[in-house]
């Protein structure tokens, strides 16, 4: 789902930049829609994306833990990127859902970024070979 997210909702610019790091395997990615709370159900994800219009950067932020990405595979261990889809609030104003590109772990040590929280959900009942994670942000 990282590289078909890529793939139909990404820019040009955005394809050849994220496309051929994923390649290169210069990135690992994990698709985070998914909430403790709200399983799959898009219209009522409640992590954000707030627009800081000082450094023209999106903020993502986790409201409550229901809010928790839950589930994702590649998450646990080994994603060094995310698709996020979180509500896209521009000046106060929710837009909806959108997809948001955003970096959890460092690519040059592996080490989680600040203001992220990371991790494995741990054994499960089957299909254990698959690192499916959790991920919040502070």
């Keep these: 789902m990282f590289l078909q997210s890529i793939k139909h909702l990404g820019s040009e610019e955005q394809k050849n930049k994220w496309l ?14 998914t909430e403790l709370g709200h399983g799959s159900n898009v ?12 450094t023209d950067e999106f903020v993502i932020h986790t409201p409550t833990i229901r809010a928790t990405k839950f589930w994702p595979g590649s998450m646990g261990l080994h994603a060094t990127h995310a698709i996020v889809y979180a509500r896209c609030i521009l000046k106060g104003e929710d837009y909806g859902v959108q997809p948001f590109m955003t970096p959890i772990r ?19 009942l089957g299909y254990n070979s698959m690192d499916n994670g959790f991920l919040s942000f502070n």
């Design 20 to 33: 051929e790091a994923a390649a290169n395997v210069n990135i690992i990615g994990c698709y985070a829609q």
């Design 43 to 54: 219209a009522g994800l409640e992590t954000t994306a707030t627009l800081d219009l000082k």
């Design 106 to 124: 460092s690519i040059e040590d592996h080490k989680t970024l600040p203001g992220v929280t990371v991790g494995d959900i741990g054994t499960k």
